[in-house]
């Protein structure tokens, strides 16, 4: 057998005995995984199995301890990212990395710019995007902004990106993790076609049907080192969660009725321009002079014991609505918590007066990642107990407060001293949701509750929204998680574009019906609940 032959049949990428330790913490231990070339391989785990961890080193951003890596056959040690895309390894994090101000082309390029006599070869460099774009069927608009595209482009964009460096390895962490069901199927064919170009892909994922779908070979990570690798014909979406966390798939399911007659939260004609506020100018004259409008005329009441979902494609207003409400930027119209006009409250006197918040971004809304979990634990409750002690912090008893939460909400981490950025993504919102369920809200908005935790985490956030919605508690639900949201909502809305455009029951909608309304592929008016 010749050596190109041997070459053509070596592994894309082999990890053998990663060990990354870091203090107080093993990361990972003894990894061993095999990808092979030109297939889809997922890698599974709950939060803090040592999944990020191990991409990390792949793509350079970590080294381990102890270990080898081989790509096609060859040993190779990675310093930086740029090793790893010299190597053909290219990576599409979670949370993309584009500039909105900037065109799909510009970004695509950015870093790695074509140059003729010291300019940038625009011709050049456009040709090439046509062409990656038109060969591996991730269709785009090289000339639009970036801020004008939906997830789905946006997620093309990246994988562009990475494939323009010349990446024949793609490492994609949740990549399903903001879009809707039919963006799901646009992504699997572009990953199809990829595959059948001889690329390899190595998939992140916690949404095991999805993984079963899509993936050629599964490794499974539990507590930093691998405990299985299957085939999917060979495994349920069931065996995987027990592989992963010992326990059943979870099901968002909620079977009773809580809701009450009382009314917590109303809005009413909430408007938002996408320019400067202009208070007292009614919405017909905003329209008719042509204002683009975040929020259009935005209508509801949320009552005590009732989950209202809001559907939508991330970009058509959710963001702009929980702003609104938080009293974080101005709107037209009303809200009303409890009775109470709260449109001149500030966010702090919104918050005291019983508004919980788990925001969408952890990291930028959530956390203060080089603060102490204790002192994360205060955040947004520091004028009331147990945070508060005339003018000071009452450091003992928020310490003791946090220890509660980390025990009540299986926070895992060696202390409530520990720093937030060393706990896993999981673990970070279980605290989160924790803290705002403590301020015993009376309206609590959940954005994205279990956005990029595994199953385990997952379930446990649904039963403590379930207990405290059958405690009287109303919850705005905005998710990308369409599952979730059919599955916990006691009333479905959709915003498209601003506005509510269905209000859905989520006893009789499937998730791509509801995917439909959110894309506007359906477009007949579904009776308002």
């Known amino acids: 057998m010749s050596s190109d032959t041997l070459a053509?049949?070596?592994?894309?990428?082999?990890?053998?005995?990663?060990?990354?330790?870091?203090?107080?913490?093993?990361?990972?231990?003894?990894?061993?995984?095999?990808?092979?070339p030109g297939t889809v391989h997922a890698i599974v785990g709950e939060n803090g199995a040592g999944k990020s961890t191990l991409m990390k080193i792949l793509y350079g951003m970590q080294k381990p301890d102890e270990g080898t890596i081989r790509v096609n056959g060859k040993e190779v040690t990675f310093r930086t990212p740029s090793d790893a895309i010299d190597a053909g390894i290219g990576m599409v994090h979670q949370h993309f990395m584009l500039a909105d101000n900037f065109t799909v082309l510009e970004n695509i390029v950015l870093g790695a710019e074509p140059k003729r006599a010291g300019m940038l070869d625009t011709a050049r460099a456009r040709k090439r995007v046509t062409e990656l774009a038109s060969s591996h069927g991730l269709r785009v608009d090289p000339d639009r902004l970036v801020e004008d595209l939906g997830v789905g482009d946006r997620q093309r964009v990246e994988?562009?990106?990475?494939?323009?460096?010349?990446?024949?390895?793609?490492?994609?962490?949740?990549?399903?993790?903001?879009?809707?069901?039919?963006?799901v199927e646009e992504l699997f064919q572009n990953l199809r076609e990829l595959?059948?170009?001889?690329?390899?892909?190595?998939?992140?994922?916690?949404k095991l049907d999805e993984v079963l779908s899509i993936a050629d070979a599964i490794t499974v990570i539990r507590r930093g080192t691998t405990v299985a690798s299957v085939e999917p014909s060979q495994v349920t979406a069931r065996q995987l969660a027990e592989l992963m966390v010992g326990s059943e798939l979870p099901t968002p399911e909620t079977r009773e009725s809580t809701v009450t007659e009382t009314v917590a939260l109303t809005v009413s004609g909430l408007t938002m321009e996408a320019g400067p506020h202009h208070p007292g100018v009614p919405l017909e004259k905003l329209r008719q002079e042509g204002a683009r409008l975040l929020l259009d005329d935005v209508s509801f009441d949320i009552h005590k014991g009732e989950i209202l979902g809001i559907a939508g494609v991330e970009g058509n207003g959710q963001s702009e609505l929980i702003e609104a409400i938080m009293g974080m930027r101005p709107a037209h119209g009303h809200i009303a918590l409890d009775g109470a006009d709260i449109n001149e409250w500030s966010t702090l006197k919104r918050r005291e007066s019983g508004i919980g918040y788990i925001p969408e971004d952890r990291h930028r809304q959530g956390l203060l990642l080089e603060a102490s979990l204790w002192e994360n634990r205060v955040l947004g409750h520091q004028t009331r107990a147990p945070a508060r002690r005339g003018i000071w912090v009452n450091r003992s008893a928020a310490r003791a407060d946090t220890e509660r939460i980390v025990k009540e909400y299986d926070v895992r981490t060696p202390g409530v001293d520990t720093l937030a950025l060393a706990l896993s993504g999981g673990n970070q919102q279980k605290l989160i949701v924790g803290r705002e369920m403590s301020g015993e809200p009376k309206f609590l908005i959940a954005a994205h509750?279990?956005?990029?935790?595994?199953?385990?985490?997952?379930?446990?956030?649904?039963?403590?929204?379930?207990?405290?919605?059958?405690?009287?508690?109303?919850?705005?639900l905005i998710s990308a998680d369409l599952d979730e949201l059919i599955g916990l909502s006691d009333t479905l809305r959709v915003i498209y574009r601003g506005r509510l455009v269905a209000g859905l029951d989520p006893s009789h909608v499937t998730?791509?019906?509801?995917?439909?309304?959110?894309?506007?592929?359906?477009?007949?008016?579904?009776?308002?609940?």
């Open 449 to 476: 509750p279990t956005r990029g935790v595994d199953v385990g985490a997952q379930a446990a956030i649904w039963d403590h929204l379930r207990n405290a919605r059958a405690a009287g508690l109303a919850v705005l």
């Open 8 to 36: 053509a049949v070596e592994p894309a990428v082999e990890l053998e005995g990663i060990t990354k330790r870091f203090p107080g913490v093993v990361a990972n231990h003894d990894i061993r995984i095999t990808v092979e």
């Open 511 to 529: 998730p791509e019906q509801l995917g439909g309304y959110m894309t506007g592929a359906i477009t007949d008016t579904a009776e308002e609940s």
């Open 195 to 206: 595959k059948a170009e001889g690329l390899t892909v190595i998939f992140i994922s916690h």
């Open 159 to 183: 994988i562009l990106k990475v494939l323009y460096r010349g990446a024949r390895i793609l490492i994609l962490d949740e990549p399903t993790a903001v879009l809707v069901p039919q963006e």
